[in-house]
């Protein structure tokens, strides 16, 4: 029976051998397998959590204070929980760069590009659906502000938010609700696309060969074909597993100096008649918020984060022309275009924003070109100076111009959360933090 188990079950997870190549740390930087230990450390802290915890508005404060006051150990496992949850957000989306930058997404791996962002998705929900339930007026106005978002959904944006909070307001009901999906449907989320993640790793034969860059070309002068990449193969034990419980020594180690160094944070109890200044999202939501500053509300709610989705979505389907997998950004030309377009991403937010700052204050008819046409403007003249030099300089691969317009996008979202979560004070006006 064990015998069975083992064969048709564990082993569908557990691959004997494994491409030597893939064990290199350049390859993966262990970032899915540290991803994977986080989410085992947030289930483990927030068993622990559940028996202190009370998930209603008169308890739940009162709750959190006696853990930390009270129970051996208590401030630990909520530092834990805490500085878990807010890691996890960062090492799932450097994974996905990296399998995004590896191109690991090409088939075979395309479904499972997909469940990773199902993954993604899971772990942005366990930290939303968390955030509201120490009932602290961070918790409160944030889930409010976030929340509130969503009336601007065209249709079904109000039944929506209702459904969300559980009826009008922010109240018992939504705890209730927000209590439910953290502790019971979102570790089976994860239980459920974990397996089936790690599972189609394993069915894609691992993880993707590593090749050296412009290696997917092949000889020019001869017109050998491309050499197909290195494939011997170790044992898994002891290659891999050591790298990994190495990987999950270094995951445990940052949480823990964390969690020590920094305590979680707690304000006064939620209070719905006075709303803090300023009222912010938590910090992964900080880009939508400040994208809502600058455009129609629907632009910033509903068509960038659908478009997004859909696009990414559809990264690993588009006709490419190449196959670069295992290439870090496909060429030594894609090197140099990424990192062109992570400079050009980042300064058009930059200009954007500013000069937003400027217009919008002058007058109504200036404010409504720096949210419309000033985008617009920016975009083109970027996508002009893009590809312009793509022509010349690049691969001419469809490949290297999809990886740009990503690296462009991100960087300049990433510009927007950094602006909101640490630019922005009182009246949400721009400023230093200090
Ligand atoms: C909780 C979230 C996640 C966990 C625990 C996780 C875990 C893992 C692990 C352990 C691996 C193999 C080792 C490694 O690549 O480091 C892996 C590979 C992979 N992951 Fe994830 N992942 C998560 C989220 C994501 C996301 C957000 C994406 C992309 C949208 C993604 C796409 C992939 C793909 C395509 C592979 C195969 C890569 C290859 O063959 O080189 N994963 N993941």
Redesign the pocket.
């Known amino acids: 029976m064990t015998l069975r188990l083992r064969k048709y079950f564990l082993l569908h997870f557990r691959p004997k051998t494994v491409p030597e190549s893939t064990l290199a740390l350049t390859l ?1 930087w ?4 540290l ?2 230990v986080l ?1 085992l450390l947030q289930m483990g802290t927030g068993l622990l959590l559940k028996f202190a915890y009370e998930p209603t508005p008169q308890g739940a404060y009162a709750s959190i204070q006696y853990l930390i006051a009270d129970v051996p150990f208590g401030r630990l496992v909520r530092n834990l929980h805490h500085w878990g949850a807010n890691l996890l957000v960062g090492v ?1 989306v450097l ?2 760069l990296r ?1 995004c930058f ?1 191109g ?2 090409h088939a075979p ?1 395309r479904l ?2 997909v469940i ?2 199902g ?2 998705t899971t ?1 942005l929900l366990s930290n939303f659906t968390g955030y509201l339930l120490p009932w602290d007026q961070l918790a409160y106005w944030a889930v409010t502000v976030s929340t509130g978002m969503l009336e601007y959904i065209p249709g079904f944006g109000p039944v929506m938010q209702q459904w969300i909070r559980g009826g009008p307001e922010i109240g018992a009901m939504t705890l209730r609700l927000f209590f439910a999906v953290h502790t019971a449907l979102v570790p089976l989320l994860f239980a459920v696309l ?1 397996g089936f ?2 599972w189609r ?1 394993r069915r ?1 034969g691992g ?2 060969i590593p090749r050296k860059a412009d290696e997917w070309r092949g000889d020019p002068e001869s017109g050998e074909p491309a050499p197909g990449p290195a494939r011997e193969r170790v044992p898994a034990v002891p290659h891999l597993i050591v790298r990994e419980a190495a990987m999950a020594a270094v995951g445990v180690a940052a949480v823990l100096l964390l969690a020590v160094a920094v305590d979680a944070p707690l304000e006064g109890p939620a209070n719905p008649g006075l709303s803090p200044n300023p009222t912010k999202a938590p910090w992964y939501f900080a880009g939508f918020q400040e994208l809502l500053l600058h455009v129609h509300p629907t632009v910033a709610v509903f068509i960038v984060p659908v478009m997004a989705t859909l696009a990414l979505a559809a990264l690993p389907f588009w006709r490419y022309q190449a196959d670069p997998g295992g290439i870090w950004f496909i060429s030594r030309s894609g090197r140099r275009s990424a990192l062109a377009a992570a400079l050009s991403g980042a300064l058009a937010a930059i200009l954007w924003i500013a000069v937003d700052h400027g217009l919008a204050s002058y007058s109504a008819a200036t404010g409504r070109f720096s949210s419309v046409g000033l985008p617009l403007l920016l975009l083109a003249a970027f996508a002009a100076a893009g590809w312009g030099s793509f022509g010349k300089r690049g691969t001419g691969l469809n490949n290297e111009g999809v990886q740009v317009a990503f690296v462009f996008a991100a960087a300049g979202f990433a510009v927007m959360t950094v602006t909101g979560a640490v630019f922005r004070g009182e009246g949400m006006a721009l400023g230093w933090p200090w």
């Open positions: 993966s262990g970032l899915g397998g991803a994977a989410v799932v994974h996905l399998v590896t690991a997404f791996r499972n590009w990773g962002l993954l993604l772990v974990m993640h790690f790793v894609a993880l993707v």
